[in-house]
């Protein structure tokens, strides 16, 4: 079946840096993929929709200069979180789906600490 | 928007027991898809089963059913002789027709107690 495959599984780095998390749809091609954020007990909610070769869309209070999304290939999607603080510290979880409308794939997820 | 709301935060069941949990949702389309996804400590979310708003009939996955009432907008889980596994986070979720993104509900946890 297909597999979404999401690295890292887990990072802490200090306030300030940047750090970039990688979603790759492994058997299948990808226009669109979706990047989510769950803080602890919450549920899961919608960042934005990565489009490949073209600029992301973002939900609304989603800071687009603070997580910049990249969507260069096919198959693969970035997000990256901009100088970092310890209230982006989160559960990140992208999603995919072979094909319009069939049942979206996620990734295993990424959870961020920002010291 | 469309929105979805779990009212029940925590639901626990005896092993072997019958739980239902609830979801309603609202939204102006006629064509849509509702989910349910398990989220167990792990965080992976599983899909549990799918429903598309224009077929009548309730989706059933083995021990898993669904009850969708489209004009009453709601999409129940029922999960028959509940396994120790079954426990987890499950949140209902919905998607436009072609939409792709989902809006997930609150959650509820479900316990299995042996």
């Not at chain 1, 954020?37 to 992301?56: D, H, I, V, W, Y």
Request: charged share 15%; with cysteine.
């Amino acid at each position: 079946g297909a597999v979404v495959s999401q690295h890292p599984s887990w990072v802490i780095c200090k306030s300030g840096t940047s750090v970039k998390i990688e979603c790759r749809s492994l058997d299948f091609q990808a226009t669109t993929m979706f990047w989510y954020r769950q803080f602890p007990k919450q549920s899961l909610m919608l960042m934005a929709t990565s489009n490949e070769g073209s600029k992301a869309t973002y939900e609304q209070g989603v800071e687009k200069d603070k997580f910049l999304i990249n969507h260069a290939s096919l198959t693969l999607s970035t997000l990256t979180v901009t100088s970092a603080h310890p209230e982006d510290s989160s559960f990140y979880i992208c999603s995919a789906n072979s094909r319009r409308n069939s049942p979206l794939h996620f990734g295993n997820g990424t959870r961020l600490t920002v010291t | 928007a469309q929105t979805v709301t779990q009212s029940q935060p925590e639901m626990s069941v005896q092993e072997a027991e019958t739980v239902t949990l609830s979801c309603t949702y609202d939204t102006s389309e006629s064509d849509y898809y509702l989910f349910w996804y398990k989220q167990p400590p792990s965080r992976q979310m599983i899909l549990v089963i799918r429903q598309e708003a224009y077929k009548q009939q309730n989706a059933t996955e083995n021990r898993f059913s669904v009850n969708f009432q489209k004009a009453a907008k709601s999409f129940s889980l029922k999960i028959s002789d509940s396994q120790l596994g079954d426990a987890a986070m499950y949140f209902c979720a919905y998607t436009g027709q072609g939409a792709q993104k989902l809006v997930f509900g609150q959650g509820t946890r479900l316990t299995i107690n042996p």
